[in-house]
């Protein structure tokens, strides 16, 4: 009795690429920072943070305990965690998005 021959199945040249995840930037609510304290650094160090938007923002975490102030990739998202946590907004740890 005879058996085929066995075939490796051709490899594929295609290469699939996975994008880097972004990360999420979240200011939690405290006790002791206060309404202009957060939105000026939201201003300062935020890219494109516009005073509507960080007075937005600045009440997003008043009322819901937190917000979401910036969303991209790791790098950048590690610098601005780092800079608003300096001047001393509590901050969430980075998660992906």
């Known amino acids: 009795m005879t058996t085929a021959p066995t075939v490796a ?21 405290d006790d002791f920072n206060t309404f202009e304290h957060v939105a000026k650094c939201l201003m300062k160090y935020i890219p494109g943070m516009t005073s509507d938007r960080a007075w ?7 009322f819901e305990g937190l917000a979401i102030v910036w969303i991209g990739p790791q790098e950048q998202a590690e610098l601005y965690h780092q800079q608003l946590k ?12």
Not at 56 to 62: A, G
């Open 56 to 62: 937005d923002l600045t009440n997003q975490v008043h």
């Open 9 to 29: 199945p051709e490899k594929s040249s295609q290469t699939v690429q996975k994008p880097y995840p972004n990360y999420k930037v979240i200011v939690l609510n």
């Open 86 to 97: 300096r001047e001393g907004l509590t901050m969430a740890p980075l998660e992906t998005a």
